[in-house]
């Protein structure tokens, strides 16, 4: 059984809920992500406060960059995803290259390829509950 690295994603909150919501909210207020959307993401909100609250989820209130600690690192070859703060088309087309336009999944990938700057083979193997918070974060840039 695969258990997470350093503590990271365990029961223990490293982060109290109040400041894991202000991190969130920081990030989300630099974003100038609106009331209804957040409303409207509040399951994505709630899994990155989670994020935030067993330490795997930190924001650089600096630069905006929110980093990922792998809970499963495990035949990965990074321990971490860095996800930028802005995106526009020209970093996202060349990620889509290839993907259908009904392909879901392959979507979301590609936009958490542009995100991260990670190649694809790198994402498609993300263990479930390091692509949970991933997705959750990419859900802002739709």
């Known amino acids: 059984m695969l258990e997470a690295k350093n503590g990271i994603g365990t029961e223990e909150n ?3 809920r109040e400041l894991a919501n202000q991190e969130i909210n920081s ?3 630099k974003k100038k992500i609106k009331k209804s959307q957040r409303e409207e993401n509040k ?3 709630d899994m990155l406060v989670e994020a935030f609250m067993d330490g795997s989820l930190t924001l650089n ?3 905006n960059v929110l980093t ?3 809970l499963f690192p495990e035949n990965m070859g990074i ?13 996202l087309h060349p990620h889509l290259n ?4 009904t392909d879901v999944d392959g979507r979301i990938n590609a936009l958490i390829c542009a995100l991260t700057t990670q190649p694809k ?5 993300l263990d479930s509950s390091d692509k949970r918070v991933a997705q959750s974060i990419a859900i802002f840039f739709l």
């Open 61 to 63: 209130k600096d630069t």
């Open 14 to 16: 490293v982060l109290p």
């Open 79 to 91: 321990t971490k995803l860095d996800f930028r703060s802005r995106m526009n088309d020209a970093i």
């Open 121 to 125: 083979n790198i994402i498609t193997i």
């Open 43 to 45: 399951a994505s909100v």
């Open 27 to 29: 990030w989300l207020d």
């Open 68 to 70: 990922l600690n792998l």
């Open 98 to 101: 290839g993907v259908k336009p």
